[in-house]
């Protein structure tokens, strides 16, 4: 399975390198060297394109969409810093003063100052202090972690992170810290235990930030992927999902597929209209919505996520005065209504209408089935009902919407429950879109074929 070997990449090989160089001098360029192997097989395995294929999707949080593989190199400089920073928070008296004395030494030596705490939070922030001669030049020792540490802060303000040593006068140091997005967090002795996994977390945020500022055609996805924890579990546990749609969802989702209407169609020079209708542009949205020749196909996904959906309501036991119905037809004033599941209250005189849609556009997907069941809940509520449409939207490559989640629990499943339902109807869904993409690729175009007469 390639989410097994993604595991361990992030569980064996990256922690043990990590442990072995937290204690050494490694050069950056070895360590980027490694990233580099590491993004290659991480690369091959989820077949995403090894030119071309956004880097920081590979770094984002697994919660935001991401692949939540860590950045060697990104890991050193951490430790670098958060080595000297407790060196200087120590509890223990004897060895905070040991930390301290040593880097008030090496403040002296670089600018031949006092070694006021003014001037040891310029030298760790690589800032030239007030009073120091402007003729003056700073005079460096040997590679030592408090080197280390100010090579760090240079290289992480290469990724839009500043980091502000500032100590108090009692030599007591807080890390000021402004992120991308201009945040600013401020961390002092207290964030002891926390300050690593802070900052790396403030890391990540970072990649996610710019894969959807700075690759705006393959991170668009990325915003309605980050909605939910749910829609990219399956990157982290490796359950309900298959190799197959595992090895199509990366691609899919970050719009790289070989087809007409992207970029990488455009490319490799495939004609842009639908190779089977041409009619529209060949988008994927298109191929796996709207395109009538995967119709079939279409309603097929469509009914078996309701299938799953039906078949949990039917587990759970319920008052004899509540009432769950399956498309049932409704002849009404206004019209016929096929709804995908309506639930009757005869005792509160409540009717809620179900309906799912697997859509592209989910804001649009929510306004179009309120839309088309509004007579239907005006029609229950001359009948003194009070009525309610509540859609149930997954995105056609499996997200899911936060918003869609009242409905499940408006049809009585418990939170243990919903889990399991919305991950099967995830990988449902994808499994389907991945079977759709395929057939309207590499199978014959039955409408092309020519009926031989006898
Ligand atoms: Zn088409």
Redesign the pocket.
Known sequence: MPTQKLDAIRVFLIPRFSYLMQNSSPRVEDLAEFDRAIKFAVKKICRIPLHGGALPYIYSPITKGGLGIPCVTDEYMLYSIVTVYKSLINTDPRMQNFGIERLKRLVQMWSGLDPTPNICGDYLSHRTPVDLDPMYITKYTYMGNISRYRNAVTNLGKLGLKIDAQFSDTFEISLKVTTLDQKLLNFDKNYKGKIFSCLRNIITENYFVQLTENYPNQGRMMKDVAESKYTNQYVRDGRYINSSSFRFVHRARLNLLPIGGTPMGRHLKIAEK???????I?TLS??LG????NEGLVTQRHNEVLEQIWESCQKIKRDKNVQILKEPLLKTDYGNFQPDLIKIDEQKKTVVIFDLIISSHIAKAFEIKREKYANLAIFYSNKGYTANVMPIVIGQLGTWTIASEPSLEELGFTSQRQTTVIRKMIFTTLNHSKNIYATHLFLPNIHNLKVIKK
């Open positions: 639908c190779r089977r209708c041409w009619k529209e060949e298109h191929i709207q395109c009538p020749s």
